[in-house]
Every structure is written in C-alpha cells, then in structure tokens.
C-alpha cells in the first residue's frame, strides 16, 4: 500500500485555461457545468478529525503532492422559460484566483441579464461572490434563492462578533456576504426558505446543515432522471468519500457536517443519483457509490458527439 505520493509525482503547472462549459442532459433539461476557476488546497492544514498516518495514505493513494487544485464549479440550468444558476463563484472576491464564470457563462451563450434565478447553496465567497460586479448586482433580473438560516447568520452584523470556527483567510466574509447578498435583500430579489420546498417547476431545495446553517442542495427531477447538487458536502476527494466524518475547517458546525455528509452520501449511493459538486475536479458531476472502504466517487463518462 502507498503511504505517500513518489517523488516524482507534482502538479502540472496551473496556467489559465480556455473557456470551459461542459453540457450534458438530464432527462429534458439542458446542464452546463461552467469553470470559475481553480484555488489550491493543502488538505494537511485544513482537514479535521484524521490522524496524520492516515491521512497520508490516503492523500498518497491519489497520488497527492502537499497541495490539490480545487475546482470552482457552477451549474447552469436551462429550463423551457427559466435560466438557472446554481452559485456563481467568486467573481472579484479573490482577486486573481477564480472569477471566470462570467466569462464561460457568455461562452455557453447566456447574458446575466437573461438569468431568471439563482440558487445559492450557502453563503461563502466562493459561491456567492459573484452575485456583484464592482459593487454592483451581476444579474439584475435574477431572484436569489438561498436557506433562511444563512441569511440570518451571515446577513447580521452580531453574528461577525462571534465566528469563533473561522479561519484567518475568512475573516471578511460577513462583509463579504453583505456586499454580495444585501443589494438583492434591499431591491425585494431574495427569496428564502427553511423546509424542503419546491422553489422552481422541477427544482426542489433542501436543508443539508452544518458547513453552513443554511446550506443547502438542490434536486432537479425531470421525466428522464433527476440530478443533485450538494454544495460543499466535500472538498477533498480523495478522504472524504472514504472518511466522511472528517470535516474541514471552513465548516461553522463540524459535528453535523459531518452527519449530513454521512447521511446524504448513503442516500445518494442508495438511489444511484447523478451528483454535481461544486470542488470536485471540473466539471464535478459523477455518481457515489458504496463499497468496502467507505465511498468512492465515479465521474461522469465524458461525451462529445452529436446525440444518436
């Protein structure tokens, strides 16, 4: 067994890429998986509640170097009058890294002022940073639709006071949040809910708490299939599928982090669910399955041809 990646083993060097829109079908809805960008992750720094030995192996099974180049993922769902956004990535919010999904939203074809909606699994820069453009709303015609509970707790002022669970690197992120979310709050295009509710024709949310009070995913179930989105579930593949209950140290609450990845990752093995993460590798759409170690993650076959 490999406890540790060979020496020879390191990233590619990470350049910018071209435009990357990846679409697919599920069942009548047209996806498209779109790339905001990559930022590195040193899994040995954030990861909680692994011993280090473990932890190795299991980094050197995927033949991991000290850091991973983490995907920024965002959705686009095309319906037959809605056009869809699951997140929106970091836009400016960190500087140099991320904030390309403005410009492979416009290489798939769409303008932000033609997205109707916006499903925000939970209120992280990453995910709603792009939501504003040098201050000002990215998508004018959009509602915003994210959990109650993390527009309480990232939308109030008190709450940055006691963010005990923070990282140093995410000390802005109650300003950030109230940059990004508060214009929509103050023009009436947020719509919030607490309960697993159908928000759109097809598209159904649901509390998935812990990284966030307000996390959420986000189901779409067509005639021919269904797909779901899991928002921060998991950050590192190569341990958290075999080890769900280790947390990262962005999560507000670990303990039911954890629980819901555990819980949700059983579900959606049990159903064979097709899954779009947002940090898995680009363009983070596969299926989880269950087998003796734990989980694994089963990437979706890549295709590219006309349909039959």
């Given amino acids: 067994m490999c406890t540790s990646a060979p020496s020879f083993v390191s990233l590619p060097g990470v350049v910018r890429q071209l435009p990357q829109a990846y679409r697919f079908r599920v069942g009548s809805v047209l996806v498209t998986a779109l790339s ?3 930022v590195p992750l040193y899994p040995k720094k954030v990861l909680k509640g692994i011993g280090e030995e473990v932890l190795e192996q299991y980094l050197g099974e995927y033949l991991f170097p000290e850091h991973i ?13 809605r056009r869809v956004l699951i997140d929106v990535g970091a836009g400016e919010f960190f500087g140099e890294v991320g904030g390309r999904m403005l410009e492979n939203l416009s290489y798939a074809g769409v303008h932000p002022r033609d997205v109707t909606d916006i499903l925000v699994t939970h209120a992280h820069a990453d995910h709603a940073g ?3 453009s040098e201050g000002e709303p990215t998508f004018p015609n959009a509602v915003v639709h994210i959990g109650q509970a993390d527009i309480d707790y990232f939308l109030d002022p008190a709450e940055s006071g006691r963010a005990g669970y923070l990282p140093e690197d995410m000390a802005d992120i109650y300003e950030q949040m109230r940059n990004a979310i508060g214009p929509y709050v103050a023009s009436g295009q947020v719509q919030t809910f607490d309960r697993e509710v159908e928000i759109l024709p097809g598209i159904t949310a649901s509390p998935c708490p ?3 009070p307000g996390s959420a995913c986000y189901t779409i179930k067509t005639g021919g299939g269904s797909l779901v989105f899991v928002g921060d579930m998991v950050h590192v593949e190569a341990v958290q599928f075999r080890a769900p209950e280790v947390s990262i140290t962005y999560d507000v609450d670990p303990d039911r982090a954890a629980e819901t990845r555990s819980a949700m990752f059983s579900k959606l093995a049990a159903e064979g669910a097709l899954v779009a993460a947002p940090h ?3 363009p983070g759409i596969g299926h989880i399955r269950k087998d003796s170690k734990g989980f694994s993650w089963i990437p979706m076959i890549f295709g590219d041809r006309y349909p039959g």
């Avoid at 180049?69 to 009058?81: A, C, G, M, P, Q």
């Fill in 36 to 38: 905001d960008g990559s």
């Fill in 130 to 132: 792009g939501l504003v």
């Fill in 210 to 212: 812990g990284h966030t």
């Fill in 69 to 81: 180049e983490t995907s920024i993922n965002v959705f686009l769902v095309e319906l037959k009058d």
């Fill in 280 to 282: 898995l590798r680009y």
